[in-house]
């Protein structure tokens, strides 16, 4: 997709501030996709100058949600309500500190109806910080439908 670095991020995704865990999109296809994320000293999952395990956990399935945002608009559909399903193999080997930015990839397995499982990795420069396989269900119902 093209211009996908200058999109709003709450363009692809239900979230909205301060619940959002994903500053942008920078490539994103059928497969694939990578995320980018800034820790900053105003985000809600912030410990003690580091982000904690549960704001990475929701970037890495924010992370998903924009990429299935990013198959929504290819496909000219909004963008749809999704659940996470199940998360295994989580693995958080440590927690980034404020400034530094997370480049997060997710990598699709499978999709079947509106199932969706992935493998999520996320990265400080060239150290991988976190990972899980996460299985997001996705709702028929758009998502500006819920939020006014």
Do not use: W, Y
């Not at 985000?43 to 990013?70: H, T, V, W, Y």
């Amino acid at each position: 997709m093209d211009n996908l670095r200058e999109l709003p991020i709450t363009d692809l995704i239900p979230q909205r501030p301060p619940f959002v865990m994903v500053d942008r999109v920078l490539s994103c296809d059928m497969e694939e996709a990578v995320t980018e994320l800034v820790v900053r000293e105003d985000n809600i999952f912030l410990d003690d100058q580091k982000l904690a395990p549960a704001g990475m956990i929701e970037n890495m399935a924010q992370s998903c949600a924009a990429r299935m945002g990013c198959v929504n608009r290819l496909r000219g559909e909004s963008v749809k309500i999704g659940f996470i399903g199940d998360i295994r193999d989580c693995r958080i080997i440590r927690q980034p500190r404020c400034g530094e930015t997370l480049t997060t990839q997710v990598h699709i397995i499978e999709e079947v109806f509106s199932l969706t499982l992935a493998n999520v990795s996320v990265m400080v420069n060239d150290e991988e910080i976190a990972s899980a396989r996460i299985k997001i269900a996705l709702s028929e119902t758009p998502a500006v439908d819920i939020q006014h």
